[in-house]
């Protein structure tokens, strides 16, 4: 029976998770957000709309990790680069409880069970899970990514420092040399 009143309310429960995840965003940011249908002036508010539409899609079918991360990767890295907490973050998958059970309550006479609700609440939590892994190895790209811009800033800048001698040189080859043959197990 959830099934069944999850599709045919699909709409409007899709457009309210929508609405609780931009009220993670500052109240200046909501509007611009809003304006869903211009994907390139606003890739922000595009994807959101699209991908959560589809991630609730999903979720009514088996639940397939395979078939959802791409939706949900689209979301997770834009919300990964922006200035959240990870609770912040990922906090948006927990929102379609919360749209569902607003859904629900609307009702005057009841439309399933407790049981087919926790399962459904079960599938969201799994899906939060997937996020959390999309997120932390988004991170961890990005971490990635600094460590080496800094490890290159600052080669450039000792090789300019000393003027590309052959001493820095030197040094840098047992530096690798070291590591390779460390065996104490240190990182």
């Given at each position: 029976m959830l099934t069944e009143y999850l599709h045919k309310h699909s709409s409007s429960i899709?457009?309210?998770?929508?609405?609780?995840?931009?009220e993670s965003y500052s109240p200046d940011?909501?509007?611009?957000?809003?304006?869903?249908?211009?994907?390139?002036?606003?890739?922000?508010?595009?994807?959101?709309a699209t991908?959560?539409?589809?991630?609730?899609?999903k979720l009514l079918e088996d639940f397939d990790p395979g078939e959802m991360y791409e939706n949900l990767n689209s979301?997770?890295?834009?919300?990964?680069?922006q200035d959240f907490t990870p609770s912040q973050a990922m906090g948006f998958i927990f929102y379609l409880?919360?749209?569902?059970?607003?859904?629900?309550?609307?009702?005057?006479?009841?439309?399933?069970?407790?049981?087919?609700?926790?399962?459904?609440?079960?599938?969201?939590?799994k899906t939060a899970l997937?996020?959390?892994?999309?997120y932390m190895g988004l991170k961890q790209k990005i971490y990635d990514i600094k460590?080496?811009?800094?490890?290159?800033?600052?080669?450039r800048?000792?090789?300019?420092?000393?003027?590309?001698?052959?001493?820095?040189?030197?040094?840098?080859?047992i530096d690798a040399s070291e590591g390779d043959n460390d065996t104490s197990g240190k990182v």
């Open positions: 899709t457009k309210r998770w929508f609405e609780l995840t931009l940011s909501r509007p611009f957000f809003r304006e869903t249908g211009a994907k390139f002036t606003n890739p922000v508010g595009s994807t959101l991908e959560l539409e589809a991630v609730f899609n979301i997770v890295s834009i919300r990964a680069v409880k919360q749209a569902v059970r607003e859904s629900l309550e609307s009702e005057s006479s009841q439309v399933c069970s407790i049981n087919e609700i926790l399962e459904f609440e079960s599938k969201v939590d997937l996020g959390f892994e999309i460590a080496t811009e800094i490890r290159d800033r600052t080669a800048l000792l090789d300019r420092y000393c003027g590309g001698s052959d001493q820095l040189k030197g040094v840098s080859e």
